[in-house]
């Protein structure tokens, strides 16, 4: 997981729910393009182009507006931009050029948290420090910090969301592997370079699929 900064929300959102009358209210239910759409981009670009969960690639095909605290517990959070996330649809991207992706099983992320919250629990990806609460292994595993005030909510967050699910382990693994080839012909400077890389998006902004994994990796070499 991967600190998100929220940017203001779009003057095109902000202008859609000023519409209200005596006759209309916002509602999500009448929630539609353009200013959906509008909302949905703006997710994308804040997050670097990566699921607020697990990090792996998303575009506006392949993710869905996700409440943070549901809808379904917190109705008057239901139009909050900063309650909106932009999640991957629950399987890895890879797949959809391969398979219907309406038989898919969403096994991880938004689809799999579904109305899951809790206050003490639920790592945010909106926390400054939410990367803090997880560790990984070389093999792409996902795994509780060893600090022991982050462990309950750590474990929580992994089961309800699925990070532990096989598909991200092996995307994972791929991402740590790319990154250490050759490794051990860089020096301290170069692995901390790399770091401020990957912590970065580019310069079309997007960040690089499971970029927080390869960091806790890179830092545990220097």
């Known amino acids: 997981m991967k600190f998100i900064q929220k940017n203001p929300e779009p003057d095109a959102f902000i202008q859609w729910k000023q519409q209200t ?3 209309w209210q916002p509602g999500w239910d009448n929630f ?10 703006a997710l994308i670009t804040e997050q670097g182009h990566i699921c607020c969960y697990c990090s792996q690639r998303i575009t506006q095909a392949s993710s869905h507006i996700e409440h943070f605290q549901p809808r379904t517990s917190y ?8 309650n ?20 898919l099983p969403q096994e991880f992320c938004g689809q799999r948290k ?17 990367a803090s609460y997880f560790r990984y292994t070389r093999i792409g595993e996902i795994l509780p910090a060893q600090d022991l005030t982050k462990v309950a909510a750590a474990e929580a967050t992994i089961e309800n969301l699925g990070l532990g699910n096989p598909k991200l382990i092996r995307l994972r693994r791929a991402a740590i592997d790319a990154a250490l080839q050759d490794i051990d012909t860089f020096t301290d400077e170069d692995i901390q ?14 960040h690089i699929p499971f970029c927080n994994a390869v960091i806790y990796m890179l830092r545990q070499i220097i």
């Open 21 to 23: 009358t005596a006759d």
């Open 32 to 41: 539609q393009k353009p200013e959906k759409t509008i909302v949905h981009r």
């Open 75 to 82: 109705p008057e959070l239901s139009l909050r931009y900063n």
């Open 84 to 103: 909106f996330l932009a999640s991957c649809p629950g399987y890895p991207k890879e797949l959809e050029s391969t398979t219907n992706v309406t038989k």
């Open 114 to 130: 579904g109305a899951w919250f809790d206050l003490n629990l639920t790592v945010s990806p909106l926390q400054l420090n939410c």
């Open 193 to 206: 370079k790399l770091i401020d890389g990957y912590d970065h998006p580019d310069n079309s902004g997007k």
